[in-house]
C-alpha cells in the first residue's frame, strides 16, 4: 500500500471541453478550458446493481452491474473576466444552463462536455468524465469581504480514474487564468416589479441564486450496455433567496407587494461582467414577524419562469 497521503491539494488542474462529435465523446481537437480557484472537488462513480438471492439465502449471491453514472460537485471562487494574457470568463461554463428562447444561443448551448481533473504527486493521476450536464449551479455570496462563490453539481454518463490523460490528438489546454476572485461588494442585486427591479445590495446579508434541473438517464448506449445512451433535461428551476434587513413591516409589505417580480445578479469586473436576468417571478410562501427585531435577517425567497444570461460591456 502506498505511503502517499491523498489530500484534495494533489488536484492541479479542473477543465472541460464540449462534446462536439456527439453524447459521450471526448473531443481530440479544440481546446480544454479550466474551471479556476476550485475549493472543493468531489467526484462519484454510481453503479447500479442487480442483488440476487438464492432460494433459502438471506444474502446476494452476486452483483450484477445493470447500469452506472457519474456524479461530481465541485465549488468555485468566480474571478474576473480577463483578456490577456489569455481570454477568460467563468461564464463560457454557465452558458451549457442556458435555456431555449435565449436571445443569441451560445455554440454550446445545452450541450454536454467532458470534464478532466488531474492530479499531481509522482505520477500524473487524471479523473475522466464523459457526457456531463450541468445539473445544479448555485452562485452566492455569503459576506461583505468574501468571495462571491458557484457551487457546481453535474450529471455524467461515465468516469474513470487512472493514469490516461484525457487531453489527446492536437488538444491544447488553456492556460489558467490570473485574475482576481469577484467579492461580494462588488456585485448587485436587484429585485422589484416588473421592468422596473432596483438595488438592494445594501440592505443584504447574503444571497443565493439556485438554478436546478431534472435530469434522467434514458437507453441503452450501443457499445456499452452498462452506460446510459443520453442524459434528458426533463423541467428546471431558478430560484432566488435573500437574506435581508427591513426597518419595519410596512417597508417588508411594500417590498414584497409585487405580483409579478424581476431580479438581475450582476457579477462585474473589469473586462465587463455578467448580468443574470431573471423575470415573471413570484415570491414563495413566507411569514410576517411580529417581532421587528426579526425583520433584521429576514430570509425571502423567489421563484421565476425565466433566465437570460448578457454581458456587462
Known amino acids: 500500500m502506498s505511503s502517499t497521503y491523498r489530500a484534495g491539494y494533489d488536484l492541479t488542474e479542473l477543465v472541460y471541453i464540449k462534446e462536439t ?25 454510481v453503479p447500479e446493481h442487480q442483488e440476487p438471492t438464492g432460494v433459502g439465502s438471506q444474502v446476494p449471491v452476486e452483483f450484477l452491474l445493470m447500469k452506472e453514472h457519474s456524479e461530481i460537485d465541485f465549488e468555485i471562487d468566480v474571478v474576473k473576466k480577463q483578456t490577456s494574457p489569455t481570454a477568460y470568463n467563468w461564464k463560457d461554463f454557465l452558458m451549457f444552463w442556458v435555456a431555449t428562447g435565449q436571445t443569441s444561443p451560445p455554440s454550446n448551448h445545452i450541450d454536454s462536455f467532458s470534464i478532466g481533473g488531474k492530479l499531481t504527486i509522482t505520477t500524473p493521476e487524471y479523473w475522466w468524465g464523459k457526457g456531463h450536464k450541468l445539473r445544479t449551479f448555485e452562485i452566492r455570496g455569503e459576506r461583505l469581504n468574501d468571495y462571491v462563490k458557484a457551487r457546481v453539481g453535474l450529471l455524467g454518463q461515465v468516469l474513470t480514474f487512472g493514469t490516461t490523460d484525457y487531453v489527446s490528438g492536437s488538444a491544447t489546454r488553456v492556460v489558467n487564468p490570473v485574475s482576481a476572485g469577484v467579492r461580494f461588494g462588488d456585485a448587485d442585486v436587484l429585485v422589484g416589479p416588473v421592468g ?87 415570491w414563495l410562501d ?17 421563484r421565476f419562469k425565466a433566465m ?6
Do not use: C
Open 21 to 45: 462529435g456527439g453524447f459521450g465523446i471526448t473531443p481530440t481537437t479544440g481546446a480544454w478550458n479550466p474551471v479556476w480557484r476550485v475549493r472543493n472537488f468531489r467526484p462519484r462513480r
Open 196 to 282: 422596473t427591479p432596483v438595488s438592494i445590495i445594501g440592505d443584504l446579508e447574503t444571497f443565493s441564486l439556485n438554478l436546478s434541473r431534472t435530469i434522467n438517464p434514458r437507453g441503452t448506449d450501443s457499445t456499452n450496455h452498462s452506460l446510459y445512451k443520453q442524459l434528458v433535461e426533463e423541467n428546471r428551476q431558478y430560484q432566488l433567496e435573500i437574506k435581508q434587513d427591513f426597518d419595519s413591516t410596512t417597508e417588508l409589505t411594500r417590498f414584497m407587494a409585487s405580483t409579478d417580480l424581476d431580479a438581475t445578479v450582476k457579477v462585474p469586473s473589469e473586462a465587463g461582467g455578467v448580468s443574470i436576468n431573471l423575470t415573471n417571478g413570484r
Open 286 to 302: 413566507h411569514q410576517i414577524p411580529v417581532d421587528e427585531l426579526k425583520l433584521i435577517g429576514l430570509t425571502l425567497t423567489a
Open 308 to 313: 437570460t444570461v448578457a454581458d456587462i460591456s
